[in-house]
């Protein structure tokens, strides 16, 4: 509901009758610690948010305990062509939060803190 926020993309969310949501109901037990959103504006924009967080890193991993936030089109996306970007819905302002074992209170102030810059 943050106004800097276009969309969030996250299995929890999908709603009845996305076929999408069919998937995840046959293939999961639960949603997950991965959640993208797009913020309003572009990559500019997105590197302002990323730039501002305190307790996550700007990192990619595989199975670290860590709090970590990356843009998808230009770390691990970065090699995949234009086409099959748009393709996956991969955009210059989407951000990816990988959610570790911090306090909740910290991970939201964090988010909170970081989206300020565009409010």
Partial sequence: AHPAVEKVHYPGLLEEGDPQRAIF?????GAGSLISFEIR??????FRV???FEVMRLAVSLGGTESLVEHPKSMTHADVPPE???RYGVKDNMIRISVGLEH???ILRDVDHALEVLT
Avoid: F, V
């Fill in 84 to 86: 099959e970007l748009a």
């Fill in 50 to 52: 990323l730039d501002r």
């Fill in 25 to 29: 109901d046959r293939q999961c037990t």
């Fill in 104 to 106: 909740i209170s910290d």
């Fill in 41 to 46: 504006g572009g990559q500019k924009e997105a």
